[in-house]
């Protein structure tokens, strides 16, 4: 009988959290108290990122077996139940995040991390604007958290040589054109190095952006119920 592919994973490390990435499927990723609950957390929420896949038409896996392939140190940001951006860049990426991305690999981060920003705009345009205070520690209502998102994916997008100014979060054409700018640079053949000088390499914006994108998709879900 032949084993399920596991899924490769990334551990950021620090002595009061963890932070779990799936380092296939950008934006798949969450934190615990420990490793193991940061995989657990990771494990619990597959339901929630298959149909993020689905829409980019990509296979998910059917049955979730992790395999940690890399840990690197977390620092401030990991704390706060972020991946790690402020440290020096190979401090904070795996090391499969450094590799060639040839063009079909380009295409799938681009489908998926595009996938990511269609769910988003999904969920916000079911949201009410005033979201419910709860146990996510949200503040934040609607119109903020997609402003919010759309600013982080500006200065992000500087990261890849992408500079534009942060669009209104009614102007979806310069939404777009921000989005667009970043899928053509994730989708790009790449050797693995950052785009630019003291910038990400494509692999690992795509797991920044789409993490951020879906987990404030997903606050917004849990906000919104009732």
């Given amino acids: 009988m ?5 899924i490769a994973v990334c551990l950021e490390v620090t002595p009061k959290q963890a932070f779990a990435s799936a380092l296939d499927w950008p934006g798949w990723c969450r934190a615990g108290r420990d490793e193991g609950g940061a995989l657990a957390a990771l494990a619990s929420y597959a339901g929630r990122y298959a149909p993020v896949a689905e829409r980019a038409e990509v296979g998910f896996p059917t049955t979730v077996a992790f395999d940690v392939v890399d840990r690197v140190p977390g620092g401030p940001a990991t704390a706060f139940a972020a991946p790690e951006c402020r440290r020096p860049f190979p401090q904070v990426t ?12 380009g295409r799938r ?3 998926l991390v595009t996938a990511a920003w269609a769910t988003f705009d999904e969920v916000a345009a079911a949201s009410p604007a005033e979201l419910r205070k709860g146990p996510r520690g949200g503040v934040r209502n609607r119109d903020e958290l997609i402003d919010h998102v759309i600013g ?3 200065a992000y997008a500087r990261k890849l040589g992408v500079k534009l100014k ?13 989005r667009e700018a970043i899928a053509a640079v994730l989708g790009a053949p790449s050797d693995g190095s950052p785009v630019v000088p003291t910038g990400w390499t494509t692999r690992y914006a795509a797991r920044r ?12 879900q849990d906000r919104a119920e009732s």
Avoid: C, F, N, Y
């Fill in 166 to 178: 942060q669009p209104a979060i009614d102007d979806i054409a310069a939404i777009e054109e921000v």
């Fill in 109 to 111: 981060l681009a489908g």
């Fill in 94 to 105: 795996a090391e499969a995040e450094r590799a060639k991305v040839t063009p079909a690999a």
């Fill in 152 to 154: 982080a994916e500006t």
């Fill in 209 to 220: 952006i789409a993490w951020h994108v879906l987990e404030h998709a997903w606050e917004m």
């Fill in 2 to 6: 032949i084993s399920p592919r596991r």
